[in-house]
């Protein structure tokens, strides 16, 4: 509660574990819901599929938890009778509190076919409308690079917006993780930023869409693909750094 047509949940068990998958599957909008299962006595843990973590959700009271999803995120809650574990607070990011980082980026192409080649740019494009015929049917992976310089460290979330590619992040050489979908949110580790120059490299990863659809003469593409308009590529908004709430 509140229901939403976009919001989807399946169950199953295993043994006396009770299994949910709940799916947010808005692509602009995040969905904030309370869970009321029939099991109260049971402890509800959450099991991160990307880092392989498990902890307990906080706030549970008489079988009833809140959950907050972002766009196109999910959530795999197990009930258990097992109450003896870490219990780790949400965090959610402080919308109003955004950092716009990355003045001038090197962009380093690398094609998955032809040659790679790279250029400079104060900021960020689309590629399919781009002048340069390489870009505006790239496909295979980009590599973003910029640094940045902060006053303060006290920053918990990098985001770059909503995205249907492929994200991977280092910062200051540490891996951030990857992103598949939705909105590419990164936590950051406490000590992971310093106070003056930060390095900041994003691998992009792209579908074959605009490449495939350049391909005119090729028959087999045109039955696989015919697009009206490029597929948007490329990172086009704002690079923030958030604070937590």
Known sequence: SPADEKLYMIKHESGDNE??????????????????????????????????????????????????????ESKLVVLEDNNRGVQREQIFPDEHSGLGIGEIWQLDFRPFRDENFSITTDSLFEYGDHEDPRIATFAGQVSYQTTFDLKEAGWAFLD?????????????????????????????????????????????????????????????????IKLEEPDPVGLTGDILMLKSR
Request: charged residues 25%.
């Open 19 to 72: 299994i949910y998958f709940f799916s947010n599957q808005d692509e602009m909008n995040g969905q904030v819901f309370t869970a009321a299962f029939a099991s109260k006595d049971k402890t509800a843990w959450c099991w991160d599929p990307h880092t392989g973590e498990r902890f307990i959700l906080p706030g549970q009271e008489n079988g009833r938890i809140s959950i907050r999803l972002q766009a196109l």
């Open 160 to 224: 770059l917006g909503l995205e249907k590619h492929i994200t991977e992040v280092k910062l200051n050489g540490e891996k951030l993780g990857v992103k598949w979908w939705g909105r590419h949110l990164y936590k950051l580790a406490p000590g992971m930023l310093k106070e003056g120059e930060n390095q900041l490299e994003i691998i992009y990863t792209t579908t074959l869409a605009n490449y495939a659809n350049s391909l005119t003469g090729n028959e087999v593409a045109r039955r696989w």
